[in-house]
């Protein structure tokens, strides 16, 4: 997987989808700083996901973003999404590649080096660390540190993402010891001070 180090976000999506999303998306990735975007709806039904996926689609294909699907390989495969993301308690790679072959698969690995020798022994195209800070997105069970990133990179070059609480106070550390992208959710959507495009340009 090619790496623009310029285009460092992996962009998550709200918990809900309003209808003001679909126009702050645009905007956000007019700024060229998205080069994932994951669409993350945890309490939507498959029918309605599928109808947000379809349009989410057509936007990052404008936009030369990568579209994955959090969790659900069945709803990537029928979206013909760039990939998906997969947690431990999800289905196994193994089984999600049979499903949707060559696409970009992620692993949720927490701070465990353990877990990430195993995505990349599975061929994981990337491994995703955290929390590295408290999160609006979800409660925090897992903390990760910079030296998580530092001992995952000394065996590895499969792209790191750190996740968790993702901010522009806090976002250089992560990008200067060895994670190549920022999962970013509840900054740029949950921000009560800046609105979306204000929010992701704050991020240089």
């Known amino acids: 997987m090619k790496i623009n180090t310029k285009k460092y976000i992996y962009l998550i999506s709200p918990p809900k989808i309003n209808t003001s999303f679909y126009s702050d998306l645009i905007k956000v990735f007019k700024q060229k700083k998205v080069s ?10 498959f029918k309605k996901k599928l109808i947000i996926g379809k349009k989410v689609k057509k936007i990052c294909k404008i936009y030369n973003i990568k579209f994955l699907i959090n969790d659900d390989v069945f709803l990537a495969k029928e979206l013909e999404a760039d990939g998906c993301h997969l947690g431990q308690k999800d289905m196994s790679i193994l089984n999600a590649r049979k499903l949707i072959g060559n696409k970009i698969i992620g692993i949720t690995c927490h701070n465990s080096i353990k877990l990430a020798k195993v995505a990349i022994k599975n061929n994981a195209d990337y491994v995703a660390f955290g929390a590295f800070n408290l999160s609006k997105t979800k409660k925090v069970k897992y903390k990760a540190t ?6 995952a990179r000394i065996f590895t ?15 250089q ?8 992208f920022l999962a970013i959710s509840g900054y740029i959507w949950k921000n009560k001070k800046n609105k979306p495009i204000e929010a992701i340009n704050k991020f240089k």
């Open 157 to 171: 070059k499969t792209p790191i993402v750190a996740i968790g609480g993702i901010n522009p106070n806090n976002y």
């Open 173 to 180: 550390k992560l990008l200067l010891n060895n994670a190549n």
């Open 36 to 45: 994932f975007f994951q669409l993350r709806l945890k309490k939507e039904s």
């Open 146 to 151: 910079v030296s998580t990133l530092k001992k």
